[in-house]
Nanobody, 129 residues
């Protein structure tokens, strides 16, 4: 089993910043660096959507168009942790943000739910106007 624990969410005013963290443990302890990691969000009344992901090496990142230039995805494989730096936040960014662990080693998929096999509980991000 892979356990993912997100942190760093909270209430922030529009224009502010937050950095989310996701720490992985369990079965992935020695193999974390071989898996893509992703971030998804779900706003009230909406379906879960892809936000960002990062390749297993950290060399490639992917973003949904609406967050490009605002969010930065990074990882520290020595700490089994991924980060999502969120700048210039807007009320429409309010959602529960969850991290996800890649389904296969050195996977090629990066933006579909089926590309990931384990999910965290999520952390609430609320952006006030």
């Amino acid at each position: 089993q892979v356990q993912l624990v997100e942190s760093g969410g909270g209430l922030v005013q529009a224009g502010g910043s937050l950095r989310l963290s996701c720490a992985a443990s369990g079965r992935t302890f020695s193999t974390f660096s071989k898996y893509n990691m992703g971030w998804f969000r779900q706003a009230p009344g909406k379906e879960r959507e892809f936000v960002a992901s990062i390749s297993w090496s950290g060399g490639t990142t992917y973003y949904v168009d609406s967050v490009k230039g605002r969010f930065t995805n990074s990882r520290d494989n020595a700490k089994n942790t991924v980060y999502l730096q969120k700048n210039s936040l807007k009320p429409r960014h309010t959602a529960v943000y969850s991290c996800a662990h890649g389904a296969i080693v050195y996977g090629l998929g990066y933006d579909r739910g089926s590309d990931f096999a384990s999910w965290g509980q999520g952390t609430q991000v609320t952006v006030s106007s």
